[in-house]
């Protein structure tokens, strides 16, 4: 402990926060200055719970519309600019901003039309300064790191955290230490987290496992963890959620799929919707829809079958490394997002996931493989009848498509690929025979 504030007053109007349980049943409150990401008493996580005065609510998207990105501090970051909803900051304490969020939606009215849809659009996360909606938390969670005077951050990771971790450790001054499950993580993503300068560690084959070892070794060590547990990540996520109602002119599409891991982007959406409905800005709940792969689908399968505890798969399994995660620490906020907002849940294929990635790059939106899970899900639900014929539709995409190159190679099968030719301009030409 420092001893200086860590807390900071909120913009005129905004809202305050504060750290509790995030059970229901239990709801003890807990001090922001410990830094803690668990109940003491209970063992669920810990979650912030805004505060807020709804008549000042109403004016929070007239400011947000004035802080264009780039034009003033708050609006450099597309996260930072909903700093209403936000945990306040000390004074003393400047964000660790890259200038993340602000992200595209996309329409694609020819998917929609082939899925008799209302309308179909991608918010790609994965247009973020390292690649992924990871970014959106890390902002916000680096700096309480800085504002708690930690000085080690650290995390588990299928790669996308770790990368935006380190970036966002480096951006900061803090040392960075990475946990990742051995072959089972893109080069891609190593290269990332390698060249922020992170200390990788490679242990065991599964995501859960290193997780495991790094939550004890956290409490050993006083590193401060930035998984999805931290309740600060799911701050900045949330504003995902945000950006894309503005995007939509507050009109919420009646679905919001996208692909679930740990589970925790599920849980801030979720969150963000259920502050946005309080705040007075959403009139009715966009229904979430959690899309897993078939050999990790624990949250799928108890949904489904209206279980009320996670079974963990042990062996976890798909080609999809970003969401090859077993036991997710996140599932019983996820649970509740789910029932607030009458979700859904599917899981799919590994080819089911390669044919939606590869219609999605068809259609010029590139994506890496968990992302394209979103679709492959959508697809599902459309067959089952759970998502109607005429929704309104918005898919998230997690990842950019460079975070996983080797993908595109191993599938290449049917595509014009890459051909040798002879240094020559006919030898040029004969190698594009039967293609022109
Ligand atoms: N999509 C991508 C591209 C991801 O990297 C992840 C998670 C998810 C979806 C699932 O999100 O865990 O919030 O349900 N990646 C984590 C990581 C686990 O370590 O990068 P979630």
Not at 348 to 368: F, H, Q, T
Request: charged share 20%; hydrophobic share 40%.
């Amino acid at each position: 402990m420092t001893g200086a504030p860590t807390e900071g007053a909120p913009p005129e109007g905004g809202a305050s926060s504060r750290l509790r349980c995030s059970d229901p049943g239990c709801g003890t409150w807990l001090g922001r200055a410990e830094g803690v990401y668990s109940c003491p008493r209970c063992g669920q996580l810990a979650e912030l719970v805004l505060e807020m005065d709804p008549e000042a609510a109403r004016t929070w998207p007239a400011r947000w519309r004035e802080r264009v990105p780039g034009r003033d501090a708050a609006g450099r970051s597309g996260v930072w600019r909903f700093s209403e909803l936000l945990p306040p900051t000390p004074p003393r304490v400047t964000p660790v901003t890259l200038g993340e969020g602000g992200t595209p939606l996309v329409e694609l009215p020819q998917l929609a039309e082939e899925l008799q849809l209302g309308s179909l659009a991608v918010k790609h996360l994965g247009v973020n300064p390292t690649g992924s909606f990871k970014d959106l938390g890390m902002t916000v969670c680096v700096t309480e790191a800085r504002a708690l005077g930690r000085e080690v951050v650290a995390c588990a990771s299928t790669g996308n955290t770790s990368a935006s971790m380190a970036a966002y450790a480096a951006r900061a001054g803090l040392r960075a230490l990475v946990l990742v499950p051995e072959g089972q993580v893109s080069a891609a993503k190593l290269a990332q987290a390698l060249d922020f300068g992170a200390m990788v560690v490679q242990a065991g084959d599964t995501f859960d496992r290193a997780f495991t070892i790094l939550r004890q070794l956290a409490a050993r060590l006083n590193l401060y963890l930035v998984n999805s547990i931290n309740p600060f990540r799911l701050e900045g996520q949330k504003t995902a959620v945000v950006e894309l109602l503005e995007q939509l002119d507050w009109r919420p599409p009646d679905f919001l799929i996208l692909p679930g891991g740990n589970l925790g982007n599920v849980s801030a959406l979720g969150k963000g919707i259920g502050e946005l409905a309080e705040a007075g800005l959403l009139a009715e709940l966009p229904r979430l829809g959690v899309v897993q792969a078939e050999g990790a689908s624990p949250f799928h399968r108890m949904w489904s079958s209206g279980a009320e505890e996670l079974v963990p798969e042990d062996h976890p399994e798909t080609r999809a490394t970003a969401i090859r995660i077993g036991k997710p620490a996140n599932w019983p906020r996820a649970l509740r997002a789910l029932s607030r907002t009458r979700g859904v849940t599917a899981a799919v294929s590994d080819s089911e996931i390669e044919m939606a990635k590869r219609r999605l790059a068809e259609l010029g939106v590139g994506c890496e493989p968990a992302s394209a899970a979103s679709l492959a899900g959508l697809r599902r639900l459309r067959r089952t009848g759970e998502v109607p014929e005429g929704a309104r539709v918005v898919l998230v995409l997690t990842g950019h498509q460079l975070k996983d190159t080797a993908y595109v190679e191993e599938h290449l099968a049917g595509r014009p690929g890459i051909r040798r030719a002879e240094p020559s301009l006919e030898g040029v030409e004969r190698s594009l025979r039967g293609w022109l």
